[in-house]
């Protein structure tokens, strides 16, 4: 996979005359680290749009990347153009889309490219230029669309990554009926004698794994976790968020060097009920030194709430990350299901990969013998 990154926000550039008024940007195509750039020639489409549902475009431009190339400016000339502010811009491969179709990115002329949507510009309100934030539109269904802001800058935890991507998208199918992977299927549903889905996800960076499944999943309970400087770009997309009729979506911090806190110690109000039922990750184990802690804070969710289920989806960067398996086996983790997606983008199919992991938990738990799960409150 590719991402339209904006290296120079969209910025409003006044001419002494007036016609020649223009939106200017910089942007790469890169993968999700920044490490490669596309290397191939594609047309992409700027578009000055209007910032609303309609999303009407007043400036269109074709404008060509090559391969070799490491950016690429953009000027959008509007002085001629009768345009409604606020506008944004957006960048991508096919005209006038209001929202990428994952599936497509699958299609040999896409490259797996996704597109890039500005923050607003409005003159009158003295926004010429946009903050330096970055808009993913993602088509999940025909009525519903994932919206998530990532930042422009270079911090890992307010950025998407390629595996929350595809475990989202493939999360979605798996509520329609439309994807392989049907052991992970049941899990998104609550378990037998209760009435909601508590859902926790680690490590959330942006949001998107748990934002999907609150607006996909009906009567679910979500917790999106990470460490306070995802906080702020977390709650942007909340705001976005169209949740399924009944869920809830909320941000809690959580340090996995640290006890679990106690708005997650005291979520279930029934003592011997399963606090979490489902705990989601992705992206989250390409760092070997930090695995001892996820797993030591997977380990502790485990020991308060009896059957949790965890789901890890990841995109293997190097061989080092395969001491997360085996400290999941220590902690008395088995892997109860498995499950390779492609990537999309790549020339050979299957040349990258992201998989995803169910894994159970076989060790002892604080829940008392004589008390079964399956019979408890809900």
């Given at each position: 996979m590719r991402y339209i990154r904006f290296l120079k926000t969209p910025r409003?550039?006044?001419?002494?005359?007036?016609?020649?008024?223009?939106?200017?940007?910089?942007?790469?195509?890169?993968?999700d680290l920044g490490d490669s750039f596309l290397p191939?020639?594609?047309?992409?489409?700027?578009?000055?749009?209007?910032?609303?549902?309609?999303?009407?475009?007043?400036?269109?431009?074709?404008?060509?990347?090559?391969?070799?190339?490491?950016?690429?400016p953009i000027l959008l000339p509007f002085g001629r153009s009768k345009i409604t502010w606020p506008t944004r811009v957006r960048v991508g491969i096919e005209p006038g889309a209001a929202a990428d179709d994952f599936k497509k990115l699958y299609e040999s002329?896409?490259?797996?490219?996704?597109?890039?949507?500005?923050?607003?510009?409005?003159?009158?309100?003295?926004?010429?230029?946009?903050?330096?934030?970055?808009?993913?539109?993602?088509?999940?269904?025909?009525?519903?669309?994932?919206?998530?802001?990532?930042?422009t800058g270079e911090s890992i935890a307010r950025h998407l990554w390629d595996a929350g991507i595809v475990l989202s998208c493939h999360l979605n199918d798996l509520v329609d009926g439309q994807a392989k992977g049907k052991a992970l299927a049941e899990f998104l549903l609550p378990p037998k004698?209760?009435?909601?889905?508590?859902?926790?996800?680690?490590?959330?960076?942006?949001?998107?794994?748990?934002?999907?499944?609150?607006?996909?999943?009906?009567n679910a309970d979500v917790i999106l976790s990470d460490l306070p400087e995802a906080q702020e770009i977390v709650k942007r997309n909340l705001q976005k968020a169209k949740l399924a009729k009944g869920s809830k979506l909320s941000f809690q911090e959580l340090d996995w060097e640290?006890?679990?806190?106690?708005?997650?110690?005291?979520?279930?109000?029934?003592?011997?009920?399963?606090?979490?039922?489902?705990?989601?990750?992705?992206?989250?184990?390409?760092?070997?030194?930090?695995?001892?802690?996820?797993?030591?804070?997977?380990?502790?969710?485990?020991?308060?709430?009896?059957?949790v289920s965890v789901i890890i989806a990841m995109k293997e960067r190097h061989s080092d990350e395969k001491v997360f398996f085996d400290l999941m086996s220590d902690a008395s983790f088995i892997t109860a299901d498995s499950i390779s997606l492609p990537l999309p983008g790549d020339e050979e199919?299957?040349?990258?990969?992201?998989?995803?992991?169910?894994f159970q938990f076989i060790g002892k738990t604080r829940l008392p013998e004589a008390v079964s799960n399956d019979f408890c409150c809900g």
């Amino acid at each position: 996979m590719r991402y339209i990154r904006f290296l120079k926000t969209p910025r409003i550039v006044e001419e002494k005359n007036p016609s020649k008024a223009h939106v200017y940007c910089l942007i790469t195509i890169a993968s999700d680290l920044g490490d490669s750039f596309l290397p191939h020639d594609v047309n992409l489409s700027a578009e000055l749009r209007s910032d609303d549902e309609d999303g009407k475009v007043y400036v269109r431009k074709v404008i060509q990347w090559s391969a070799g190339m490491r950016d690429l400016p953009i000027l959008l000339p509007f002085g001629r153009s009768k345009i409604t502010w606020p506008t944004r811009v957006r960048v991508g491969i096919e005209p006038g889309a209001a929202a990428d179709d994952f599936k497509k990115l699958y299609e040999s002329k896409t490259y797996g490219i996704v597109s890039a949507w500005s923050a607003p510009l409005d003159p009158a309100k003295g926004s010429k230029e946009a903050l330096k934030l970055v808009q993913r539109r993602i088509g999940i269904s025909k009525e519903s669309q994932l919206r998530i802001w990532e930042e422009t800058g270079e911090s890992i935890a307010r950025h998407l990554w390629d595996a929350g991507i595809v475990l989202s998208c493939h999360l979605n199918d798996l509520v329609d009926g439309q994807a392989k992977g049907k052991a992970l299927a049941e899990f998104l549903l609550p378990p037998k004698g209760k009435k909601r889905l508590q859902v926790l996800e680690l490590g959330t960076g942006c949001g998107i794994v748990g934002i999907c499944l609150a607006q996909r999943i009906g009567n679910a309970d979500v917790i999106l976790s990470d460490l306070p400087e995802a906080q702020e770009i977390v709650k942007r997309n909340l705001q976005k968020a169209k949740l399924a009729k009944g869920s809830k979506l909320s941000f809690q911090e959580l340090d996995w060097e640290e006890e679990l806190p106690d708005g997650l110690r005291s979520w279930s109000k029934c003592p011997h009920c399963t606090q979490v039922d489902l705990v989601v990750a992705a992206d989250c184990t390409y760092n070997q030194d930090s695995s001892p802690a996820l797993v030591a804070t997977l380990g502790r969710l485990a020991k308060t709430s009896p059957g949790v289920s965890v789901i890890i989806a990841m995109k293997e960067r190097h061989s080092d990350e395969k001491v997360f398996f085996d400290l999941m086996s220590d902690a008395s983790f088995i892997t109860a299901d498995s499950i390779s997606l492609p990537l999309p983008g790549d020339e050979e199919p299957g040349e990258e990969t992201v998989e995803i992991y169910l894994f159970q938990f076989i060790g002892k738990t604080r829940l008392p013998e004589a008390v079964s799960n399956d019979f408890c409150c809900g």
